[in-house]
């Protein structure tokens, strides 16, 4: 068939278009009130390309390889093959399975499969979900106890999940015998066996611990240890993640009836984003596929950015490649612009021909700008700037970086520009004003500090809870107390102006805080009986020892806004965060912010992106740089002549005096 005669298939199939209309006529009369395209400006199935077709109409009896670009539409087209098939599927009882792995991931998945069949919920006997969830539904949770002896409560076999850095009392019971690594005797979920190289890996989610433990030879008698403390464990129901794998494997490879019998359940499996499978994962389904199950791996695999949990993408294309699947590719970019798409090509060293349809609105898609290594937190104001200047949304715009350490040098909350108690209030109200998701966390992280400075002067505090006082039990609560008042002085109309005088708003502030304080306090009943919040005072009287508040020093009649740093205003609408929280979304712009040096994790520093098309450091700066639509900013520091040079050659415009753009966002 060609294209034409696949589009009229399928939108027969799917919709009911009627053989004697086009697609386009079909959209503008019948589909204003069909649900799946009465939103759309055009017909959903006409809309698809050729190799997005073909994947469609590929068959279910055999194993395919999926090969996609960034942007190339694979979540849409995953929903409508898993449509198509399940409409027409007669293998009851068994199923359809599409395996992803977050939960967001597999809602979107459902939803557009749910579109495509006319259906609210796809259920019974299919199964849409995480990779997670459909091991340990259909194989761990009933069967594991086969593997373990756990002999279950109430003839409930099933397993308890243990975090794998768990330090719960009750897995002392469950600890080693002997020392390891001279770092104590380590509990049964802080550690899993391998079995891919043979060996036990110590994972606690302590680096320090673990290093020690895992660079020990075991001897015979260790691996004894080691084997008996996880059986004991396993045997009274518990296991972690790692563990219910490798009991999954076990099942499958030592079953050959249980395998069969599953691969007749799950006849079709799609795994969406097949780059972040394991080792061992991969062995699971490959079980199901020597009984009859067909798979299609759909992903990217220069999109593989979780080698610490054993992703690596070469086992993934070693695996398609040694069983013979089906390669089919998806090379039409619909997200980045072509010269975005370019650059992320040469970034990994693809062949591949990719076509990008969308035209970036930027005479300069592609940018880099260096700055000062101890002016990293002037970036996100600077491209602030940059993004009104050429007309892109911010709130669709993102500031990323490798770490969470960069992400706090780049956020007012732990920069340390707020220096004193007077603004980090009044920051706290002007980020809790915005309403942004990450504004308002870090105008919880200022807020907590402020009341329990003054509040809670002499308890130790929790700084990763808001710094909540050792007298206050509920982190949640906590939280919760913080956001009520927050609410409550952003409803005062002197308290939520910031645009008048120091000297106004902090006799303001004196007048109001400690019943906004005392209100919230009600809400909660006996929970926060015990807290008292006494007025705030410009000075105290003899005999006195109420908490101070008094106007900055030097600033009576400035502006309370003025004192916020440079940074503070891109702040409320521009995201900052890590490439890991980017994966799967489309940006309209994006600046990636190298790290200083290659201390701590060196794949976040910008020479490491580009010296080998294969390592993990590339496909982070590939990831993160197909993501935007229209602008890619990369921000490196200090960078050499020859290094921009290197830059050019890739496909950047280095911009001339960003040292001084910086500067003048800082003044202004």
């Known amino acids: 068939m060609n294209r034409e005669e696949k589009t009229e298939y399928l939108a027969g199939f799917i919709c009911g278009k009627p053989s004697d209309v086009t697609p386009s006529e079909c959209h503008s009369s019948l589909g204003r009130t069909n649900p799946l395209c009465r939103e759309y400006e055009t017909c959903r199935i006409a809309e698809k390309s050729e190799e997005q077709l073909d994947y469609v109409l590929s068959s279910i009896e055999s194993c395919?390889?999926?090969?996609a670009c960034p942007g190339s539409g694979k979540t849409e087209v995953v929903g409508l093959k898993a449509a198509f098939e399940m409409m027409r599927w007669k293998k009851t009882p068994g199923g359809i399975a599409v395996l992803t792995f977050t939960n967001n991931a597999a809602k979107v998945i459902e939803k557009r499969a749910g579109q495509f069949a006319g259906a609210k919920k796809i259920g019974y006997p299919h199964?849409?979900?995480?990779?997670?969830?459909?091991?340990?539904?259909?194989?761990?949770?009933p069967f594991a106890h086969i593997v373990t002896g756990y002999?279950?409560?109430?003839?409930?076999?099933?397993?308890?999940?243990?975090?794998?850095?768990s330090q719960a009392d009750f897995l002392n019971a469950f600890k080693t015998r002997y020392v390891f690594g001279q770092t104590g005797k380590p509990a049964a979920n802080h550690y899993y066996f391998d079995t891919q190289t043979g060996k036990y890996i110590f994972a606690s989610g302590t680096q320090r611990i673990d290093g020690a433990r895992n660079s020990e030879t075991l001897e015979k008698w260790q691996v004894t240890d080691l084997e008996k403390t996880k059986m004991r464990f396993e045997k009274a129901g518990f296991a972690t993640y790692q563990d219910i794998e490798r009991i999954c494997f076990e099942l499958l490879s030592d079953?050959?009836?249980?395998?069969?019998?599953?691969?007749?359940?799950?006849?079709?499996?799609?795994?969406?984003?097949?780059?972040?499978?394991?080792?061992?994962?991969?062995?699971?389904?490959?079980?199901?596929?020597?009984?009859?199950?067909?798979?299609?791996?759909?992903?990217?695999?220069?999109?593989?950015?979780?080698?610490?949990?054993?992703?690596?993408?070469?086992?993934?294309?070693?695996?398609?490649?040694?069983?013979?699947?089906?390669?089919?590719?998806?090379?039409?970019n619909y997200r980045n612009c072509q010269p975005i798409a370019d650059l992320c090509t040469a970034l990994v060293g693809n062949t591949d021909n990719i076509t990008s349809i969308h035209v970036s609105t930027q005479e300069c898609p592609c940018v880099c700008v260096s700055f000062k290594k101890d002016e990293m937190m002037k970036l996100p104001g600077w491209f602030s700037g940059y993004l009104e200047q050429s007309g892109i949304d911010k709130q669709r715009s993102a500031v990323v970086t490798r770490s969470w350490a960069n992400v706090s040098r780049m956020r007012p909350a732990d920069s340390g520009q707020i220096r004193n108690y007077q603004e980090r209030l009044a920051i706290a109200v002007h980020l809790w004003k915005t309403g942004c998701r990450q504004a308002t966390e870090d105008a919880l992280k200022f807020f907590g500090r402020f009341v329990t400075e003054k509040f809670f002067p002499k308890q130790s505090t929790n700084a990763r809870e808001y710094y909540r006082p050792e007298s206050m039990d509920s982190a949640l609560t906590w939280r919760l107390f913080l956001a009520a008042t927050l609410c409550k002085c952003c409803q005062d109309a002197r308290l939520s102006n910031l645009e008048q005088s120091w000297t106004d708003w902090t006799q303001a502030t004196r007048d109001r805080m400690h019943e906004h304080l005392s209100k919230s306090v009600s809400i909660f009943g006996?929970?926060?009986?015990?807290?008292?919040?006494?007025?705030?005072?410009?000075?105290?009287?003899?005999?006195?020892?109420?908490?101070?508040?008094?106007?900055?020093?030097?600033?009576?009649?400035?502006?309370?806004?003025?004192?916020?740093?440079?940074?503070?205003?891109?702040?409320?609408?521009?995201?900052?965060?890590?490439?890991?929280?980017?994966?799967?979304?489309?940006?309209?712009?994006?600046?990636?912010?190298?790290?200083?040096?290659?201390?701590?994790?060196?794949?976040?520093?910008?020479?490491?992106?580009?010296?080998?098309?294969?390592?993990?450091?590339?496909?982070?700066?590939?990831?993160?740089?197909?993501?935007?639509?229209?602008?890619?900013?990369?921000?490196?520091?200090?960078?050499?002549?020859?290094?921009?040079?290197?830059?050019?050659?890739?496909?950047?415009?280095?911009?001339?005096?960003?040292?001084?753009?910086?500067?003048?966002?800082?003044?202004?």
């Open 526 to 668: 006996a929970t926060l009986s015990d807290c008292v919040f006494p007025p705030l005072v410009a000075r105290n009287k003899t005999g006195e020892s109420l908490p101070l508040f008094s106007t900055p020093r030097g600033k009576r009649n400035n502006q309370v806004l003025r004192a916020f740093p440079s940074n503070s205003s891109a702040h409320e609408q521009l995201r900052i965060t890590t490439i890991h929280n980017v994966k799967g979304e489309t940006l309209e712009a994006l600046m990636l912010v190298s790290s200083l040096d290659t201390r701590g994790t060196s794949d976040g520093y910008w020479t490491m992106w580009l010296d080998n098309p294969a390592s993990e450091a590339t496909r982070l700066a590939y990831v993160a740089s197909s993501r935007p639509r229209q602008l890619l900013v990369w921000a490196i520091p200090d960078p050499s002549e020859a290094e921009l040079d290197r830059l050019i050659q890739l496909g950047f415009h280095v911009l001339t005096a960003p040292e001084a753009a910086l500067q003048e966002t800082n003044v202004s």
């Open 64 to 67: 395919v390889f999926l090969k």
């Open 151 to 165: 002999d279950g409560k109430n003839e409930d076999h099933s397993i308890r999940v243990i975090d794998s850095a």
């Open 255 to 332: 079953n050959a009836r249980f395998a069969l019998l599953l691969s007749r359940r799950f006849p079709f499996i799609v795994i969406d984003e097949c780059q972040d499978l394991s080792w061992r994962q991969i062995q699971i389904l490959d079980e199901l596929r020597l009984q009859g199950t067909a798979l299609h791996c759909v992903g990217d695999l220069n999109q593989a950015i979780y080698e610490f949990k054993k992703v690596l993408p070469e086992k993934v294309e070693e695996y398609t490649q040694e069983k013979k699947f089906n390669i089919l590719p998806l090379s039409t």
């Open 127 to 141: 199964f849409i979900g995480t990779i997670d969830s459909w091991l340990h539904g259909y194989i761990a949770h």
